[in-house]
């Protein structure tokens, strides 16, 4: 051992061989050395050693030192390879520094590590001021950062050394506040803003300042961001991220663990390992992603579901393509959980929205109602049972009163579209679509009890199809076909199933009295009780009669469904008003047809009807009263009307006379009758008949929805109020004309019962002049008080004639009025009724003829 | 020394060859009976990176010494 060092120094120290005192003290020294523990503890490993030699080698000595290698490990006369390596790794570490073209110039030791021993023989030995040296040499080969580092440092203000701030930085990457760089809140608005330490011991210089502010903008995002964990995409972005910190930490060790043994080893740490700048390119894409991510969490603190989607779908119309990709992908996932609503209920009419993000909403109140709704078909069925279609039973009315206006505001108020929480991409009309479809579905899933229909049609539609934000023209077309299927689906249920059809007609023939037959077996069998005060009526006695109306016409080869619904009854009545101000027609639905027919259309219903029934009454009345008076002058009124004088010598004096005012009185009735004819045709041929057109062709159509088909009826039914009741646009003035034609009904009612009255006078007249006649016979039929009532009721005849002319004047001013408002109506088809009834200028020619007379008087 | 290290067997004469040109290429400075000196001595159980601290010693110690000869 000892020998081979003396060997050692001989030979690398020629003057030792001559100088026996320096030999022995260098190779005191070597031991000394030797002896010492320098880096004893190491414990490394053939391949390591080898690849940090390599790594310093420039490539084609690293291929030769490769090949060596595999030679050396072929010998196996060697049993400490690893340490030879080591040996000479460190001797070339040395040698490899600036080449020392002058050798004595080399400062060798001056700048190792700490833990290297100072050799004793440094004091002695005739060392130049290695501090001169060492200065110089380093002005040439270090940078101004390091002299200035080196330089704090001397003056004891050391610079805080990189791998600290690393460190720091990486903290600060994840929202921790580090040693020397900290988060602080802020006191008024909870920013958080980023500090250095301030203590004076140690310097941060201000580009290492603004670097580690530029990374720490990262970590302040990161911060907001995970603070609103969006959706399950950012966690999975956040994770992504976590990935990078954790790869930059493992970086960041092994460039310490570098740093660390190869401290002064400056080549070796530019090459490998992590600095601040580093980090500052790593992290540069994420820098974006957080600030798209951030911004994104800014702007949906407060908005979630379809707003949230059409909130990021607002970024995706970026220029940047990075921008544009990151929030496709970061919409292709947030939008997700919306399409997973979105596909339930455009196929499944199933609203599942735990959060309520989804543009439909469901209205709380009314979710209950679809059992109720299962409650009143199942009462429907007793309805059936008992076969009549009086259903009289008040329970079972009140019953079916709570759950009869269920239909339609099930339907309309059960799901609420709302469109701020609509997805911009998706289109308000397609919104609606999607609401409709759905709507419909789940109206035939649980109003329509046709669950079957829908799951079998979901599970259609379903197979490989899931609805993305990626694919929109497919999503199209998907809600337009699940829109088609849907509403045809919901009408053909309703057409067919319901026979929605079937009660329609039965309204309009029925309520609207299309069925003539009926509407006038109807009319007979009521005119006696009707007549009657309204408290002498009983319900039963009117159901009867409409039983009996419905047997002896048409009306009885109606399916009895419909005849079952099909009721009468009286209105409140107040005192004094007769049964016919209070009769009316019911027709009952239930549901699901209310929803089309829904208690606010029925009224309209009811509403047409008594006007049309007045109308039918009015006319009723006058064909009555026509068929009377033709009547009574063939056979005692008019002596002229044959031409023939039956007992002419006998005929009373008073009938004679009366002659004129019967001819009159015809005059007028004929002027009623038309008036009364082309009224009614214009309400049954041109209204309802029309309307009813309309009605149809949307139905045999098929086109829309359920809603598009409660539009039509509504317009249907709008239409014939508007234009049977002749209601006008103006305000105010609506049913200016309505009360008119009210009062000229109330009018030709009065002219036929005064009519009436001069009838039964000429009557008695007529049979005192026979019983006169008789008396002449010799005959005795008629009794002295009878002819004292006869001859009282002569002096009543002025007034009958002053009645019925007044009357009879009444009803032509009022007529009058009437054309002439008509030919000023806003409305077509009322002008047009005008027309009818002043088809030949009748009217007209009269009020001109008034005018011209003034106009002539004046002149 | 080297008269010893002749005797060595050819495998010997071998690893050294190969010891000597990796030291050659990381450019160790030492010729090659050094190198067999302190292959001996590492092998011996001498400390290495100590080893290489006595080598840089004595380099350094004899370029004062030229250095004073100089001066």
Partial sequence: MSNALHGLVVALVPAARRDERLRSELTEDALHILNSHIGSSRQVDIGHIAGNIRSKLSAQDSLRFSNLMGRLLDQDLLTRKHAVLQFMAALSASSNQPQPIIPPLVPSISRSSPSSPHPRSRKSSIAPPPQMVNDRTTTATKSKAQLLREYRLRHGRPQVAESVLLRDTLYLLQGISGKFVKFTEGKGDGELTVTFSEEPRYVLPAPTRALILRLSELGHLYVRVSKWSLSHHLQSQLTEYYRLIAVLESQMSQSGAAEDDGRGGGPREEESGLTLRRLEVWVDEWRLRMRMMSVCVEGCQDSAGGALVSLIYGYTDNGDPFVRGFTDQLLEEVSKPFFQTLQRWLFTGELHDPYSEFFVAANEELAHLQYTHAYSNANVGVLTGDGGFAGAEDEERNDSDETRNNGLILWEGKYQFRKDMLPSFVGESFGRKIFSTGKSLNFIRYSCHDSDWVATRSKLDHTGRALKYSDLPGLARSIDSAYQIASKRLLDIFLDKFRLLDHLKALKSYLLLGQGDFADQLMEALLTSLSRPANTLYRHNLTATLEAAVRSSNARYDPPDVLRRLDARMMEYSHGEIGWDVFTLEYKVDAPIDTVIDPEGMEKYLKIFHHLWKMKRVEGALSASWNRIACGARSFLGPTIKGVRRRSSAHSDVLERLEGEWHQIRVVLSEMIHFMRQLQAFCQLEVIECSWKELMDFVTKKDGDLDGLIQAHRNYLDRMVKKILLISPKAGKEEHLLIQVRELFNNILQFRDAAETLYNYCLAEAARADSERDHDRGVFTISESDGLGASKSADNLPRILRRVKEYSGLFTERAQAIVHSLQLHQDLDCRFLSVRLNFSDFYKTRKELKAALEASKAS | ?71
């Fill in chain 2, 1 to 71: 020394m080297s008269s010893r290290d002749m005797n060595r067997t050819s495998s010997a004469q071998e690893t050294l060859d190969v010891l000597h040109d990796i030291s050659q290429l990381l450019n160790t400075q030492l010729d090659r009976e050094t190198l067999a000196t302190c292959v001996s001595m590492i092998e011996s159980g001498v400390n290495p990176e100590a080893l290489a601290t006595v080598i840089k010693e004595l380099r350094r110690e004899n370029a004062n010494l030229n250095a004073g000869k100089q001066d």
